[in-house]
């Protein structure tokens, strides 16, 4: 699942930013806490617990950084519970010196997961949009 929005704002700030775990709660809808279980800051092999709810459930799952292109991509993954997931932020700069910000969720389900993969996905989908917008607001309302 892939979602993008334009961010008016330079790409190496919308990168710096999206991409400190840190600031996941400020962003991300569904997402509560943020623990580094390694020093920050993020660098390839970091590993971040992250607690969410979704669907009316509590998720606790540890991310694993597997890349890291400087304002150019940002690659994490978890093998941990129901939902295995690699997230991948990419940053583009737009025509008008803007981002565009790509969000990537990939994964199988597992256990209940799998039953609820069609309206798991749905959701996601409608929290992707959301997240991305938060942060679009966030980044464009700094900078006025």
Do not use: C
């Given at each position: 699942?892939?979602?993008?929005?334009?961010?008016?704002?330079?790409?190496?700030?919308?990168?710096?930013?999206?991409?400190?775990?840190?600031?996941?709660?400020?962003?991300?809808?569904?997402?509560?806490?943020?623990?580094?279980?390694?020093?920050?800051?993020?660098?390839?092999?970091?590993?971040?617990?992250?607690?969410?709810?979704?669907?009316?459930?509590?998720?606790?799952?540890?991310?694993?950084?597997?890349?890291?292109?400087?304002?150019?991509?940002?690659?994490?993954?978890?093998?941990?519970?129901?939902?295995?997931?690699?997230?991948?932020?990419?940053?583009?700069?737009?025509?008008?010196?803007?981002?565009?910000?790509?969000?990537?969720?990939?994964g199988?389900?597992?256990?209940?997961?799998?039953?609820?993969?069609?309206?798991?996905?749905?959701?996601?989908?409608?929290?992707?949009?959301?997240?991305?917008q938060a942060?679009?607001?966030?980044?464009?309302?700094?900078?006025?």
């Amino acid at each position: 699942m892939e979602t993008s929005i334009e961010i008016d704002a330079a790409r190496d700030r919308v990168a710096a930013f999206a991409s400190d775990p840190e600031n996941a709660p400020r962003w991300y809808v569904n997402i509560s806490s943020v623990e580094w279980e390694t020093p920050p800051p993020a660098t390839v092999g970091s590993r971040i617990a992250f607690v969410a709810h979704f669907l009316g459930r509590r998720i606790a799952y540890t991310y694993e950084v597997r890349e890291l292109v400087d304002a150019e991509r940002f690659v994490m993954s978890t093998a941990e519970g129901p939902f295995p997931m690699k997230t991948t932020y990419t940053w583009a700069d737009t025509r008008i010196g803007g981002t565009r910000m790509t969000l990537r969720n990939e994964g199988e389900p597992s256990g209940f997961g799998q039953l609820a993969a069609p309206v798991m996905a749905a959701a996601m989908r409608r929290a992707n949009r959301k997240d991305l917008q938060a942060l679009k607001s966030l980044l464009e309302d700094a900078a006025t």
